[in-house]
Structure formats: structure tokens, C-alpha cells
């Protein structure tokens, strides 16, 4: 039985059906619908009862930002992946701060899609493999303090907090995994962030990155 439920997202519709194709013949996963803006994924994305989002940026009526926000605060247990052409290091850190759990470029071979699309429904975040080395590459270029690269500061309960947030859990769901309230994950967050002079959840990501927290296993 295919269990992974997927719903489309772009205003191209020759491109959603190539990728439903694909999609549905995968073992594991099926689309469970289409839409062609954001608002009428809004409407549908709900009683589709999907687990993952695959989504466009640029759309009419209503952009995949601002889509992916509305979404997750509707459909918290519905993690979005976006799927666009172009992305930089900027668009990266708002794609993000949305809400959404992983990028994936258009021109990536399908198998990178697919492996996103499994990543993120696990509860992780998925990063364009290219974007990713950028990343990496604009965090290590960076004057960071040497406390910051080291972060023996930090304690284990930051340090598990951070890496939830990096992977793309949010605070509620952190805290039913780890047992605390939401405002004791913030607290922890806080106070890791203050420590590793952290500004954004982009550059908690980034940090995972080069800690490699976001390694599979």
C-alpha cells in the first residue's frame, strides 16, 4: 500500500502531470491532487489529508511563500517542499523562515526529488545539494567568533534543540519529542542562539550544516 500521500503545487500543468507520473510510480507514494495557485491549494490541501506539500514559488494570486506560511499554520502536520528554478543563498533563508522543510531545484535529476520528498515527510529538511555547498561555503567564509565554530558553550539540551529546528521540526513538535513545553524550547533556543550568535533559523541551518547534523544516517 502506498502510504506517503503528495500534493502539486505550480501553475504549470504539463509539469505537474510529468511529475505525478513519476511520482505515482513509485512504490511507496502517490498524489493525492493538484492545484494550480496557492489559494486553491489552501482550499484543497486539507481534505486531501497530504503529508507533503510539493510546491512553485512564483505563482498567480498567491506566491509559495506566502502559501507555505498560511499552509503550515492550517496544516502543521503537512511539511512543504518547495520546487523551483531559480534559488539563491537569500531566497534560501526566506524559503525557510515560510516555514518550508526542504528546496529542491527544477533542474535536478528526478531521484534528488524523490529522495526530498521521503526526507522531508520523515521529519527532515532537504537542501539542493548545489545550494547547500554554497551555503557551507558563505558560513565558512564568514567572521565568526572562535567560541561560535567551537560551541562548547552550549549545553546537550541546546545543542538537541538546535538540531530539531535545523532538521525542520517545530517548536511544538520538538517539544512532544522531547518531552517539554514549548516555552522550554524556546528558552533553549534562545539561549543557543544568543550563545552562537545566531540570527535566523537560515543560520541555524547553516550551522547544522557544518556541524553535519544533516547527515543521514
Not at 503529508?51 to 498567491?62: A, G, K, L, T, Y
Not at 502559501?67 to 520546487?83: C, D, G, K, N
Not at 521521503?118 to 529538511?125: D, L
Not at 564568514?142 to 567560541?147: A, N, S, W
Request: net charge neutral; glycine share 8%; charged share 25%.
Amino acid at each position: 500500500m502506498k502510504s506517503l500521500r503528495v500534493f502539486l503545487v505550480d501553475d504549470h500543468a504539463v509539469l505537474r502531470e510529468g511529475l505525478a507520473v513519476l511520482i505515482n510510480n513509485q512504490p511507496d507514494m502517490q498524489v493525492v491532487g493538484q492545484a494550480g495557485d496557492g489559494q486553491a491549494a489552501l482550499r484543497q490541501v486539507g481534505q486531501a489529508e497530504a503529508h507533503v506539500v510539493v510546491m512553485d514559488i512564483s505563482m498567480p494570486r498567491m506566491n509559495g511563500l506566502e502559501t507555505t506560511e498560511r499552509l503550515r499554520q492550517a496544516f502543521p502536520h503537512a511539511r512543504v517542499l518547495i520546487l523551483s528554478r531559480h534559488c539563491d543563498v537569500g531566497n534560501l533563508r526566506m524559503i525557510l523562515q515560510a516555514g518550508a522543510a526542504g528546496y529542491v531545484s527544477k533542474q535536478s535529476h528526478s531521484n534528488d526529488l524523490l529522495a526530498a520528498i521521503r526526507a522531508v515527510a520523515a521529519g527532515g529538511t532537504y537542501i539542493d545539494q548545489e545550494l547547500a555547498g554554497r551555503l557551507v561555503n558563505n558560513y565558512l567564509g564568514r567572521q565568526l567568533p572562535k567560541d561560535n565554530l567551537s560551541h562548547h558553550d552550549i549545553t546537550d539540551r541546546e545543542e538537541g534543540v538546535l538540531k530539531q529546528i535545523a532538521w525542520g521540526f517545530s517548536n511544538k513538535e520538538i517539544a512532544d519529542q522531547l518531552g517539554i513545553s514549548v516555552k522550554t524550547v524556546e528558552y533553549h533556543k534562545a539561549r543557543a542562539m544568543e550563545k552562537l550568535t545566531l540570527k535566523s533559523r537560515a543560520e541555524i541551518v547553516n550551522y547544522a550544516l557544518h556541524r553535519g547534523w544533516l547527515k543521514e544516517d
